[in-house]
């Protein structure tokens, strides 16, 4: 894209979403990793989907090359573009739309920080079960787009199983909603499922509804030692159990023969007594 386009598109942001939604050489943005690596040449953050849907238009329109990007700590992840024109930033998009505690839901808008979500959630007891790292950066939106499974994915589900409805703008200025807000919808195709993981190729999401989960009466963690014949052993051991551990990690700390595999147990008080006990 030429510079003058640039400038032409940067005065049609301007014009079309207000002077704050649109800045050039944001120093704050950092750069895309890969061979092709540039520095942003236009920052875009729209404060609504509806201003999304407009910016996302008129980059297409103006055949500007766009990067999605939410709290950037995934942006590792894919093929690096072949060049950037315009990064159009989520995190003005933060609000928590609609909380159900009783039926376990909430619609929340993509550039909402995790810890953030988690604390809007914790008064009603319950929370989003998305392990993911730097949750106080990382975004929803970000985090749905990436698919980051956390290690308590074999307990509450991977986030294809989490996510029962979204809202997309898609390259045209269109937005599309798939799913709903109740867990048991099987009306037509789950097209949240095709948006998961797509690293924002085929759209970018303004709204997730997912499902949530209680916080446990109690949590604990069982940490084994010993060689990694030893830890496999463990691990099958307790596939064959009758016990289910929220999670399992397995790590060394790369300089001895020592592995150490964490047995994470959560839930009521008697039953994660019983997982440590049996574990030990």
Known sequence: MTNPGRDRLASRLASALGQGAASWAYCGIGSVPGPTSEKPRLLCRPESPEQLAVALRLCIESGAAIVPR??????SIGNAPRSVDVFIDTTRLDKLVEHDPANLTASVQSGTPLDALLAALAPQRQFAPLDVPFAQRSTLGGAVAANL????????????DLVI???IALAGG?????????????????MCKLFVGSLGTLGIITEVTLRLAPIAERAAVAIASGTLAQAERL???LSRSCLLPAALTLANDGASGSWQLALWCEGFEESVERHVREAA
């Open 70 to 75: 939410g709290g950037g700590t995934a942006m």
């Open 149 to 160: 499974n956390g290690p308590r994915r074999s307990c509450y589900g991977s986030v294809r």
């Open 165 to 167: 409805g979204m809202k």
């Open 174 to 190: 269109e937005t599309v909603k798939a799913g709903g807000k109740v867990v048991k919808n099987v009306a037509g195709y789950d």
């Open 235 to 237: 691990c099958e051991e």
